[in-house]
């Protein structure tokens, strides 16, 4: 299995674009969730990152690499289906916290794969450019966003952040498509 920079960088872009698309909605959805919950996912967080950290020797293949970034993403789309089937019942809070914690655990070691992988200094700053694109645009397209539903007199933040998730459910899928072709698999 190989890393192909040019549709992983394309994966990037639309990742981060998802990022930022996204970024805004979460706080509306958590919004049910006590602060507790948030002290007691960090420290789940803290223990699963260092047991990541512990383990990076044995994940520092690049189909380890491809596994848990595809792994990461479809943690994200099950959680926006879940979303949207269960947006009213407070479990949907914690389903969508515990998705976006579990990525940042893998987050940690997908960054220093990603850099491991790419090796040179240029590639990675084609990476980083691209993700900070990525989510410049997706933080402007969900403002507008936002500015469209109040234009149309929708202004109550849950139904705006429920419509936002079905964009984000077909960025998702284009985010995964992207990610498999960013790997080739060299046995076929």
């Known amino acids: 299995m190989t890393l192909h920079f040019r549709p992983y960088i394309r994966y990037k872009f639309l990742n981060s ?86 990525s940042f655990m893998f987050g940690g070691y997908l960054a220093r794969a990603e850099t491991y992988f790419a090796q040179k200094p240029k590639i990675m700053g084609w990476i980083d450019v691209a993700k900070q694109q990525g989510y410049l645009a997706g933080l402007a397209l969900s403002y507008l966003f936002y500015k469209g539903c109040e234009h149309y007199a929708v202004t109550e933040a849950k139904t705006q952040v429920y419509t936002l998730h079905f964009p984000l459910l077909a960025i998702e899928i284009v985010v995964i498509v992207l990610l498999v072709a960013g790997f080739k698999n060299n046995d076929v």
């Open 17 to 102: 674009l998802f990022t930022g698309v996204a970024g805004g909605s979460i706080f509306a959805v958590y919004g049910s969730l006590s602060p507790s919950t948030f002290s007691l996912g960090g420290i789940i967080l803290a223990f699963g990152l260092m047991a990541m950290a512990y383990a990076y020797r044995y994940f520092m293949t690049i189909k380890a690499f491809f596994l848990f970034s595809l792994l990461a993403e479809i943690v994200m789309l099950l959680m926006i289906v879940y979303f949207l089937l269960f947006t009213t019942q407070i479990l949907a809070a914690l389903v969508v916290y515990a998705a976006y914690q579990l």
